[in-house]
């Protein structure tokens, strides 16, 4: 019985040594492929603000300047305006809520667990506190970034064209810019108006409901609204703590004002900020949440849809530029 023999010609052996060479400098440098991609969401979300400041003949380079003086602004009288009541209310919450977890592992419920946790929760702010003042570098470079992508929007199809093979490349590439900044765009500034949404609808129901704590606890909502179907459910649960502080009924009532706000977000809030800005089904984005929350983290949760979305307009306009080729 004859063996068949198999032979590797050196340009193989050549190829695969690059090849494996060039994924490790792409893991290498996955830090610096995360930023440029979140840089090219946030380009999603302003570029179309610039060219509407464009049309009042104001240079390009200068209305990204003024968006950023805007931006920065609102940041600003925001931060002033809520970070002396959240700072108050989260040091009294973090001085209550251990006394309230020990009160309460004293009865039915046993939450010691919990205890060495929230000791260590004051030099875990401190620790934060210092990180971001370590990341103002980083916030300054993704600035840049998104002001030469915004600067070089008109041109970015010209970079992209190598994607698209033969024939009108350019065109096609710019159908394919346009897309990915309506979609991406439409994401962010929808997800921006959910957050406010259920923020205020959060701090509306627990001054109703008259539990102490209310900007913080709120201000943790919308912002964890940003990881979408866990984010309500992990806001929902120091909220609680805090009500049953007050009386049982009150954290039955927290527990359905919770449920409420989130059954609103689910039914009629998010399909209308949402679904026609996506236009992904929920079971897409479910599946997007579950796969990026496997392979990143909370990270790959808050990037599981606008990486889905780049990926459907991708593999939709490589499929419609080959398929029409072959």
Do not use: C
């Not at 912002?223 to 009386?247: D, H, N, R």
């Amino acid at each position: 019985m004859a063996v068949a023999k198999i032979e590797i010609s050196h340009r193989t052996i050549i190829f695969t040594v690059l090849f494996l060479i060039f994924l490790k400098f792409l893991f290498s440098i996955t830090s610096v492929l995360l930023m440029l991609f979140i840089a090219v969401i946030a380009m999603s979300a302003l570029s179309p603000i610039v060219d509407r400041l464009q049309k009042f003949r104001i240079p390009r380079g200068l209305s990204i300047f003024l968006l950023y003086a805007l931006i920065w602004g609102l940041i600003s009288f925001g931060v002033a305006s809520l970070v002396p009541p959240l700072v108050e209310q989260s040091g009294r919450f973090i001085g209550t809520l251990p006394g309230e977890v020990a009160r309460l592992s004293a009865g039915r419920f046993d939450l010691t667990v919990f205890q060495p946790q929230l000791s260590a929760l004051p030099q875990q702010i401190l620790k934060l506190a210092l990180g971001l003042l370590s990341n103002i570098i980083g916030i300054f470079t993704f600035m840049v970034i998104v002001y030469y992508l915004i600067l070089e929007r008109k041109n970015l199809h010209k970079y992209l064209s190598f994607m698209f093979g033969d024939g009108n490349k350019e065109k096609a590439a710019e159908a394919f810019v346009n897309q990915l900044e309506l979609k991406l765009g439409s994401w962010v500034r929808g997800q921006l108006a959910l957050m406010l949404i259920i923020g205020f609808t959060t701090y509306a129901g627990l001054r109703f409901l008259g539990i102490e704590f209310a900007v913080p606890l709120a201000f943790l909502a919308g912002l964890l609204e940003i990881i979408p179907s866990v984010g309500p459910i992990v806001s929902a649960v120091p909220a609680v703590v805090i009500a049953y502080s007050v009386s049982p009924v009150t954290a039955l009532a927290t527990v359905a004002l919770y449920f409420l706000i989130q059954q609103l977000e689910n039914n009629l809030i998010v399909p209308k900020i949402m679904s026609k800005a996506v236009g992904l089904s929920p079971l897409v984005v479910i599946v997007a949440l579950l796969i990026g929350l496997k392979v990143a983290g909370l990270a790959g949760a808050v990037l599981a849809i606008p990486t889905t979305l780049l990926l459907e307009i991708l593999i939709n306009d490589l499929y419609r530029v080959y398929y029409k080729k072959s």
